[in-house]
C-alpha cells in the first residue's frame, strides 16, 4: 500500500549547521506529501506540503521539493537553531480521507 | 480559539476496564480523525469522521468505537482495554479533507493500560 519511509535514526547537529532529513514514498499516482512537526509536549502541526511534482514547500526557513523521479520529499533548512529541535514526521495522502505518517525523525540543535 | 481540545491529558487503567477520550474543535472543521503514536511506529489512524453522523475505520480500529452526533465533537471509547492500547493518542481536525486541508492536531492523551 502507499506508504513514507523516513530514514533511521535521531539527528544531532550543532546550531548553525545544516539539517536534512529523507522521505521516501511508495504510492500509485501522484500523493500529496507533507511534513509534519511535533515540538516537546505538543501535538503535530503542518510545516509544508507539495501537492505535485516539482512542486517545493517552504516554511520557516524549510524546504523539501517533491521529486517523481526519485519519488523523494527531503526536508532541508541551512541553518539550525535550538528552537528547530522537535520530531518531524513525512506523510502522504493516499486518498479515502487518510493521511499515511512515517515514522518520524527525533532532530536535537545543540548550542 | 481553543482550538483541539483533548482530555484527560493522562489515564491509567486496569486490563478490561473501558474509558472515553474526549476530543474537542471549535474551528468549525468538518473533518475530524483519531490517531495513535507508539515509539518507532510514527501515528496510526484510527478512525475519521468527514462529518456529523459519518464516521469511517482507519489503519487499526481494531478495540475502539466512535461517533459523531455534534460537527465539534469527537470521542474515543475503548470498549475493554488491552495493555496493547497503552499508547498516546492524538486527535485532529481539518476544514477539509487532510489532502487539502491543514490537520490540526490536539496536545496529546497519554494512555496506560495495566
Known amino acids: 500500500g502507499d506508504s513514507v519511509t523516513q530514514m533511521e535514526g535521531p539527528v544531532t547537529l550543532s546550531e548553525e549547521a545544516f539539517l536534512t532529513i529523507n522521505c521516501t514514498y511508495t504510492?500509485?499516482?501522484?500523493?500529496?506529501l507533507f511534513w509534519y512537526v511535533q515540538y516537546p509536549g505538543e501535538g503535530l502541526q503542518l510545516l509544508l506540503k507539495?501537492?505535485?511534482?516539482?512542486d517545493k514547500g517552504s516554511n520557516k526557513g524549510f524546504e523539501a521539493t517533491y521529486r517523481k523521479e526519485t519519488t523523494s520529499f527531503h526536508l532541508e533548512k541551512g541553518s539550525v537553531q535550538v528552537s528547530d529541535s522537535a520530531v518531524y514526521f513525512c506523510?502522504?495522502?493516499?486518498?479515502?480521507?487518510?493521511?499515511?505518517f512515517g515514522k518520524g525523525n527525533q532532530v536535537v540543535v545543540i548550542p | 480559539n481553543a482550538g483541539v481540545t483533548q482530555t484527560p491529558k493522562f489515564q491509567v487503567l486496569k486490563t478490561g476496564q473501558s474509558m472515553t477520550l474526549q476530543c474537542a474543535q471549535d474551528?468549525?472543521?468538518?473533518?475530524m480523525s483519531w490517531y495513535r503514536q507508539d515509539p518507532g511506529m510514527g501515528l496510526r489512524l484510527i478512525h475519521y469522521?468527514?462529518?456529523?453522523?459519518?464516521?469511517d475505520q482507519g489503519e487499526v480500529p481494531n478495540g475502539y468505537n466512535v461517533s459523531r452526533s455534534t460537527t465539534e465533537d469527537f470521542p474515543l471509547r475503548l470498549l475493554s482495554a488491552a495493555p496493547s492500547q497503552t499508547s498516546v493518542y492524538f486527535c485532529?481536525?481539518?476544514?477539509?479533507?487532510?489532502?487539502?486541508?491543514?490537520?490540526?492536531f490536539g496536545e496529546g492523551s497519554r494512555l496506560t493500560v495495566l
Open positions: 469522521s468527514v462529518g456529523a453522523g459519518i464516521t
Open positions: 506523510a502522504l495522502y493516499y486518498g479515502n480521507n487518510r493521511l499515511a
Open positions: 485532529a481536525s481539518s476544514y477539509s479533507n487532510p489532502r487539502t486541508g491543514e490537520l490540526f
Open positions: 507539495a501537492t505535485k511534482a516539482d
Open positions: 504510492a500509485t499516482g501522484y500523493p500529496s
Open positions: 474551528m468549525n472543521h468538518e473533518y
